[in-house]
C-alpha cells in the first residue's frame, strides 16, 4: 500500500523542517565567536525562509525557497549549504535546498 501525500503537506513538512532549523542556528549563533563573522552576518540578514514547493522525481526531494533577507548583497552559501545538510540530516532525507530567489525587504 501506497501512502500519498499531498503537496500541500510535503511544503508544510518541508517549512518546518526549514523554520526549525534556521531556529536552532539562530540559537547556537549566539555562543558564536569573532571566527564565525561572516557566519553571524548571513544568519543576521535573513529574516524569514519561504517553502514554495517540493519536488521529487527521482532522487533526492528539492525544496524549493525563497529567502527573504534585510541586507542584499551578502553570500548566503554558508548558510544555506548549513541548512540543506542539516534538514537532510535531520528532517527530509535524501532533500537538498534550492534557491529560487533572494528578496530584500
Given at each position: ?52 514547493g517540493v519536488e521529487k522525481k527521482g532522487e533526492p526531494f528539492k ?43
Open positions: 500500500m501506497k501512502l500519498k501525500i499531498s503537496q500541500s503537506k510535503l511544503i508544510a513538512l518541508a517549512q518546518n523542517a526549514v523554520d526549525n532549523t534556521l531556529h536552532t542556528i539562530r540559537t547556537e549563533s549566539e555562543d558564536w565567536g569573532m571566527g564565525e563573522m561572516s557566519e553571524l552576518v548571513q544568519i543576521a540578514g535573513v529574516e524569514r525562509i519561504e517553502v514554495v525544496i524549493d525557497v525563497i529567502f527573504y533577507v534585510k541586507v542584499g548583497g551578502i553570500y548566503y552559501s554558508e548558510l544555506i549549504e548549513e541548512i540543506s545538510a542539516r534538514v537532510d540530516e535531520d528532517w527530509i532525507p535524501n532533500s537538498y535546498i534550492n534557491v529560487i530567489k533572494f528578496v530584500e525587504i
